[in-house]
């Protein structure tokens, strides 16, 4: 079976650090996907792993260890625009199983 | 590139109503996917096409609900009929098979309501 986890609702400060965890537990394994989605919008892409370690690109980051089943996505100098879902996705086979999200909300 | 185009964007119609959604996949891409969403359970996938062949429609929730991909640049999603649980938002989604990456790339969605 899929399960993937991660936390229903986070709430961060404007210019601070926030990580948003998430552990799975698939059968095959070919990648795990970070997407952004605004309310009402379509899901985009944020972030691929494969290997384990870190990937940054601008004020995010996503790392992978792949033997825990686990990877977080960690955004820096949050911005208000940032208000938005956060989907954890694993690639196995040909399909991306997705979590539920973790809905982030920035304050001022 | 125009990205994943669905239509329409919004569709509101009764119970027992014949429901048809459309995508058109970005150029190039040959892996098309349909998911649906609801508050309760996130993103679903429905059906799997690869080269306008279903490869996996395991995740149809009834006979209900059908699809097609007569052409790599068409794809239609139908209810019939269609029933108030099937309200959420559609996502069709398109990726490169065999890329390294294969990421997959959403359309804008259709949000379909049925009374």
């Known amino acids: 079976g899929q399960n993937i986890d991660q936390p229903t609702e986070m709430t961060a400060t404007e210019g601070a650090i926030v990580q948003i965890n998430c552990t799975y537990q698939?059968?095959?394994?070919?990648?795990l996907f970070w997407y952004q989605q605004h309310a009402g919008e379509a899901p985009t892409f944020l972030s691929y792993?494969?290997?384990?370690g870190l990937e940054e690109k601008g004020r995010f980051s996503s790392f992978l260890s792949r033997s825990k089943g686990y990877s977080y996505l960690l955004l820096k100098e949050l911005q208000m625009k940032d208000s938005a879902s956060y989907l954890c996705?694993?690639?196995?086979?040909?399909?991306?199983?997705f979590g539920k999200g973790t809905s982030l909300l920035v304050t001022p | 590139d125009a990205g994943v185009i669905q239509s329409p964007r919004h569709e509101v119609t009764e119970m027992g109503q014949e429901v048809t959604l459309r995508c058109k996949p970005i150029?190039?891409?040959?892996?098309l996917f349909w998911y649906r969403q609801t508050m309760m359970r996130g993103l679903e996938l429905l059906i799997y096409?690869?080269?306008?062949?279903?490869?996996?429609d395991s995740g149809m929730p009834e006979d209900r609900f059908s699809a097609k991909m007569p052409n790599a640049s068409f794809s239609t999603l139908k209810i019939q009929p269609s029933e108030p649980r099937d309200s959420a938002v559609y996502f069709c989604?398109?990726?490169?098979?065999?890329?390294?990456?294969?990421?997959?790339?959403f359309g804008p969605g259709t949000r379909l309501l049925v009374l």
């Open positions: 989604a398109s990726s490169s098979h065999g890329g390294k990456q294969e990421t997959q790339y």
């Open positions: 698939t059968s095959g394994f070919n990648g």
């Open positions: 792993n494969v290997l384990d």
């Open positions: 996705a694993v690639h196995s086979g040909y399909a991306l199983n």
């Open positions: 150029s190039g891409h040959n892996s």
């Open positions: 096409f690869n080269n306008n062949v279903p490869i996996d």
